[in-house]
């Protein structure tokens, strides 16, 4: 990516929980003095925490500012409003977040999957050209300030003398962003950490297929940690294959299962205790 021929896009989201599948409420945006900022019809509700540090909140279906109700609109107009903002500066954007990849892309991804926008070939090679992909400036404050806390409003406090509530308001989050990144770090600094669009969706649709295997393990909740069912997942082992290796072929083919090595790397579960705990739970009730 060359950082001088596209446009780096200060972005937030807001929603109504941690939860990947919780609702976007508000998108915010900056390129310089150009300022995008929408918020979206609740469809779920909202987590009390999210309520305590947004002030967002959803009252039969209404989406609720610290009690008042504000202007919300559809996801599906939020999004095409959002594409003809980043359009209009006739150049490709990369959006730049504070902990972007775990967080913000992943949820913007989904909220334009769930708006049509990367229904088809077609409509992904648009959307290509308006987002040329994302950057994440939390790794690059780490290696700033290595052992200091990294919260926005952490860092304006300490590096700004801005003295701040912690609240979450996605426009505020992108001002105060785009201020420490001009502090502090360069746009080709930012340009290191940039991934583009198709391997965000790449990561986010490897992610979406491993969440739907981990769905299928919830039976052995209980008997190992959700941890060890994100790695079985990622090896791509559910709940039917485990369960029919072992009534087919045995204990010790289960344990070859979730033990598998590819070129001397664990695959799946490399703790024996961990994989006990499976055999005991297969041994029960199988």
């Known amino acids: 990516m060359r950082y001088n021929k596209v446009c780096m896009v200060y972005f937030d989201v807001e929603t109504g929980g941690l939860e990947r599948t919780c609702d976007i409420l508000q998108i915010a945006m900056k390129y310089g003095d150009d300022v995008f900022n929408e918020y979206i019809n609740p469809t779920q509700k909202v987590n009390w925490m999210a309520t305590q540090l947004t002030g ?41 977040a504070h902990n972007c990849f775990k967080f913000d892309a992943p949820r913007l991804i989904r909220a334009m999957r769930n708006a049509g926008v990367l229904r088809n070939a077609s409509a992904l090679n648009k959307a290509g050209e308006i987002i040329d992909g994302f950057a994440d400036t939390l790794p690059l404050f780490k290696k700033k300030f290595p052992g200091e806390c990294i919260k926005l409003h952490h860092m304006a406090w300490r590096k700004l003398a801005y003295k ?27 340009s290191t950490s940039w991934k583009s669009l198709p391997a965000a969706l790449e990561r986010f649709w490897n992610n979406e297929r491993v969440a739907a295997v981990v769905r299928t393990l919830q039976p052995l909740n209980g008997f190992v940690s959700q941890n060890t069912m994100t790695s079985l997942a990622e090896a791509g082992i559910n709940y039917d294959l485990l369960v029919s290796t ?36 297969l041994q029960m009730y199988n």
């Open 56 to 96: 967002l909140s959803n009252v039969d279906g209404k989406l609720l500012l610290h009690g008042q109700r504000v202007q919300s609109y559809p996801l599906s107009r939020v999004i095409r409003d959002m594409l003809t903002y980043l359009r209009n500066f006739g150049r490709p954007c990369v959006l730049v």
């Open 164 to 190: 701040l509530e912690e609240t979450h308001d996605a426009l505020g989050n992108v001002y105060l962003l785009e201020e420490l990144t001009r502090c502090y770090l360069s746009e080709e600094q930012v």
């Open 246 to 281: 072992y009534r087919r072929d045995g204990e010790q083919a289960a344990i070859s299962l979730i033990q598998e090595t590819v070129n001397g790397k664990p695959t799946g579960i490399k703790k024996q205790k961990v994989a006990n705990q499976i055999l005991d739970y």
